[in-house]
């Protein structure tokens, strides 16, 4: 499920810590304040944290600083194994937004960041439903991810990418599934969260949703 773009994230595993720290031009914008915001993400997560996409490992290493018990999933081979060489005593498992082992531990947070857009809307939804059935009131989920206000706003910046001959950029943006605020809050409203929205550079909004009431759908 959502798991079409391994090929892909095997080859990038290799170059994938260069191109966040703003080498690869197309990208710089999307990687402004990478640091920061993985860190925000680290800081508001507390106890039992489930983390999905770990990639190379990078927030996980954050949330392994701060002493919280981190269980991570991850879809693609090449990332796996560069995150396992990182990070030797926490746990990383195969496994994707959802559809991944039972952890036996209650989760309190479960974090993601530059992932959840490999979801489609109606995969998305799906697993908004799953976790809000994981997590118990007060439960947060918190993911840092490129979001757009409206679906003119993605159109204007495809459009912009191709100006400025960001060619693998625009065509990112037109081949995953980017999504829009209005159809995240109405998927966080439905199964009973709580969430904000929180620009933290001109491609990436965080999304702080908190688990209010029992999942009636
Ligand atoms: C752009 S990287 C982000 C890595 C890391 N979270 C970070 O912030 O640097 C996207 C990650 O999401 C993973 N991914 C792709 N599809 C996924 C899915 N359906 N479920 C979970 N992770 C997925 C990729 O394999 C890759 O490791």
């Given amino acids: 499920m959502g798991r079409e773009f391994n090929e892909l994230f095997d080859e990038w595993s290799h170059s994938y810590d260069e191109t966040v720290t703003g080498h690869d031009p197309e990208y710089e ?5 990478y640091d920061k915001i993985l860190s925000t ?5 507390t106890g039992t944290v489930l983390e999905f996409g770990v990639g190379t490992g990078n927030l996980t290493a954050r949330l392994n600083n701060k002493g919280l018990n981190v269980f991570g999933i991850e879809p693609s081979e090449g990332m796996r194994a560069i995150a396992k060489q990182k990070l030797k ?15 036996d531990a209650k989760i309190d947070t479960i974090v ?19 976790y809000s059935n994981l997590l118990n009131e007060g ?4 993911f840092a991810d490129t979001v757009f206000p409206t679906e003119e706003a993605k159109q204007e910046k495809i459009r912009e990418s191709l100006k ?12 995953e599934y980017y999504t829009t605020i209005p159809v995240l809050q109405h998927i966080f409203d439905k199964y009973g969260f709580e969430v904000s929205f929180t620009r933290l550079n001109p491609f990436v909004w965080l999304m702080d949703a908190k688990k209010e009431r029992r999942n009636d759908s």
């Fill in 29 to 33: 914008e999307v990687f402004i304040d």
């Fill in 41 to 45: 993400v680290a800081e508001k997560s």
């Fill in 89 to 103: 005593n926490i746990t990383i498992l195969d496994g994707d937004f959802l559809e991944f082992p039972q952890i």
């Fill in 112 to 130: 993601s960041t530059y992932a959840f857009h490999h979801l489609t809307d109606e995969e998305k939804d799906k697993a908004i439903r799953k």
């Fill in 139 to 142: 439960g947060r989920i918190l």
């Fill in 164 to 175: 400025r001959n960001f060619h693998r950029l625009a065509e990112d943006l037109q081949r």
